[in-house]
Nanobody, 126 residues
Framework: QVQLVESGGGLAQAGGSLRLSCAAS????????IAWFRQAPGKEREGVSC????????DYSDSVKDRFTISRDNARKTVYLQMDSLKPEDTAVYYC???????????????????WGQGTQVTVSS
């Protein structure tokens, strides 16, 4: 059983930055694909970014590409999401998720992930 705990959310102004962290109780660097999702009120949960296991392949949704950066520190069992140039439309609850599947273009599908954190609120003011 993998437990995921997100932190780093909060309030930021448009154009500002936040860094989210996702601490895992355990994960093998070769085993788990880790992703960040977000869910705004009244909207479906959407994939934001994903990072594979030891080869650390990354991918991003079009809405955050070139603004957000995902990274992982396997020694610390932590995945980070650096969010720059924030926009009001980035406001949402952000979740990290872990799944044991080969990294691919379907990473944004929520059913692939077995473990989820409880989420952290990100609010961006204009």
């Amino acid at each position: 059983q993998v437990q995921l705990v997100e932190s780093g959310g909060g309030l930021a102004q448009a154009g500002g930055s936040l860094r989210l962290s996702c601490a895992a109780s355990e994960f093998s660097d070769d085993y788990y694909t880790i992703a960040w999702f977000r869910q705004a009120p009244g909207k479906e949960r959407e994939g934001v970014s994903c990072i594979s296991g030891s080869d650390e392949i990354t991918d991003y949704s079009d809405s955050v590409k070139d603004r957000f950066t995902i990274s992982r520190d396997n020694a610390r069992k932590t995945v980070y999401l650096q969010m720059d140039s924030l926009k009001p439309e980035d406001t949402a609850v952000y979740y990290c998720a872990a799944g044991s599947f080969p990294f691919g273009k379907n990473w944004h599908l929520t059913f692939l992930y077995s473990y989820w954190g409880q989420g952290t609120q990100v609010t961006v003011s204009s």
